[in-house]
C-alpha cells in the first residue's frame, strides 16, 4: 500500500482539488484494506468489491485508493447520503464498513481553533486525526448476488416496449411482457418529445 501522502496527492490530482473529503475517502480506504489484510489493492483487483454511500468528495478517494470502478462492477454506489463505505472480500467472504464519525467535526474545529475556517480545520485534524477519533469500523456481512459480478453478463434481454437492451437481470415482468424499469414506471427521466 502507498503512504497516506502519496495517495492524497494522486487524489487530489484525480478528484481535481485537496479538501477534507479526500483525507476522509484515502484514509477509510486505507482502514477498510488493512482490515481485510489486503496490502495493496492493485494486486487484488479480482478480490475487492467496495459499496459507497455518498455521491460527495469522499467517495471518489475511496474509488481511487481501491481501483474499485464502475465501470468494472467493483464499485457499487448506495444512495445513502453517508460518508461510509464497506469493502469486500469476495474471495474470503470478508467485508468491514468504515463510518466517518460525526462527531469528527466537532473536534476538528477544537484541534485547530486557529485555522477559523472549518474546509482547513477539517484538512488538517482528518490528517492528525487516529482512525478511531475519525472512524467506526465493523465486521459486516455482504450478499453479492451472481448478477452484481464482475465478467460477462449473466443474461441479456430486450425491452417489450422500447426495443432497448436490458443486461444482468434488471427486466420486470408486467403482465407477461418483459419490460426495462423506465418502461416499467421506474424511470428517473421523462421524455420530452
Ligand atoms: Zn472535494
Ligand atoms: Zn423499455
Redesign the pocket.
Known sequence: MKTLEEYLTLAAEA????????VLGVRMAMLGLKALGIDDPAKHRKRLMTFVEID???S?AVALVTGCRLGKRSLKFFDYGKVAATFADLESGNAVRVAARDDSRDKARSMFPELGDPSRQQLAAYKAMDDAELFTLHRVRVNVSPQDLPGRPRSRVTCDQCGEGINDGRERLVNGRILCRPCADESYYESVE
Open positions: 478528484h481535481g482539488h485537496m479538501c477534507p473529503g479526500q460527495r468528495c469522499a471518489d
